[in-house]
C-alpha cells in the first residue's frame, strides 16, 4: 500500500517562510513526478509547482512573480520532495497537498497517490 506522508505546515506571520516536505512509503516500484498542490478557502484545488524524476521543475504561471517562482520545490530523494515557501503572505493560506505518480511494478501505467494535506496559515 502506497502512502504520502507530508509535514513542516504551521502559522507564520506575513513575510515568514515555512518548508514543506513529502515522503512516498509503502511498497511501491518506482516514483515518477511529484508535485504540490493547495486548496485555498473557498477554492479549488491548484497546482503550486510539479517536479520529474530527472529533476526538471515546472511552475505554473499563477505562482510566478515577475517570471520567477515564488515557491521552489525540489527532488530530496527518488521518493521525496520539499518546497521552500519563502515570503509568504496572508492569500497562500491552504491546505497544502503532495501528489506522486506511483508504478508498484514495471509495467503498470502509474497511479496517482495523494497526501493528506498540511495546513499552512499565514497570519498576524
Known amino acids: 500500500q502506497v502512502q504520502l506522508v507530508e509535514s513542516g505546515g504551521g502559522l507564520v506571520q506575513p513575510g515568514g517562510s515555512l518548508r514543506l516536505s513529502c515522503m512516498v512509503s509503502g511498497n511501491f516500484w518506482i516514483v515518477n513526478d511529484m508535485a504540490w498542490f493547495r486548496q485555498r478557502p473557498g477554492k479549488e484545488r491548484e497546482l503550486v509547482a510539479r517536479?520529474?524524476?530527472?529533476?526538471?521543475?515546472?511552475?505554473?504561471d499563477s505562482m510566478k512573480k515577475n517570471y520567477e517562482p515564488r515557491f521552489i520545490i525540489s527532488r530530496d530523494s527518488s521518493s521525496s520532495i520539499s518546497l521552500n515557501m519563502p515570503r509568504l503572505k496572508v492569500g497562500d493560506t491552504a491546505v497544502y497537498y503532495c501528489?506522486?505518480?506511483?508504478?508498484?511494478?514495471?509495467?503498470?501505467?502509474?497511479?496517482?497517490?495523494w497526501g493528506q494535506g498540511t495546513q499552512v496559515t499565514v497570519s498576524t
Open positions: 501528489n506522486a505518480e506511483v508504478k508498484t511494478t514495471w509495467d503498470d501505467g502509474g497511479v496517482s497517490h
Open positions: 517536479i520529474t524524476r530527472d529533476g526538471v521543475r515546472t511552475y505554473p
